[in-house]
């Protein structure tokens, strides 16, 4: 657990947080911490994310957000609508991944963006809890993250081939600036499907490097996270641009096919 390191750090207990989150109810509320320090990506800037999941939901939005100044430190709170999360777990365990080619929606529940299901489950299953923390775990343990990396692969696949289009379109035009930039559109989602194809999740372009940088133990993958980094940073500018993106492309395919 990292929880109690964590807070140290911003010169606090759990039972002294707890007090300090406005509209809550000790009762049934709730309340886990995440971001990236919970999943070793943070740094000496990184805040603390607190998260208030309510089964008694009364608010007309689907959720809201506070924050708390201590200590001249502010802390966001951001509350959750249980329902909302068990929507998606329930289009999840709906879903099947057998066929490797379909297309799939790009969110999991009608009320929430592709944006913010992403990072609502990324937060839940790095996040820690500090009150009612048994119930928390029951619906942590009961959540199909695993289909939810399928569902991430699968999405984050559709993405490259879309964007694939208009690269390769750029490429044979002899538009290599445009084509260039687009690249970096392609990279991009091949390097968050691979990220869920290792078992993790990812939820800001920002951590992708320094999450590659954590997972990629052996050898092979040590290799593959050092081509990502030397084609993620590609100059538009260069002579041979055109040999590089092509050697990008290739290698993205052989990413690609491996997740099939």
Known sequence: MKTEKILDRFGLTQNELINLIPDLDKSQDKVFLSGSLFDDLGN???DLDIFVIKSDWTEVERSIENNIIHNHQRYDVVYLDEQLISD???TLRSMDFTCKDVWVPRSLCRDMSEYETVTLV???????????KEAFNTMKDNFHFEKYRNWMIRLKVNEYDNNCEDFVGSIQDGEMVDAAYMFRDIIGPCMDAWIHYKGETIDRAKWRFKKLDNICLTEEEKEI???FVHYGFLNPLDSDIEEKMEDGYYFC???IKQMH
């Open 88 to 90: 998606v777990n329930t």
């Open 225 to 227: 996270a050092s081509k």
């Open 44 to 46: 000496s800037k990184s």
């Open 253 to 255: 395919e052989e990413i």
């Open 122 to 132: 990324h937060r839940l299953r790095v996040g820690e809890p500090i009150l009612n």
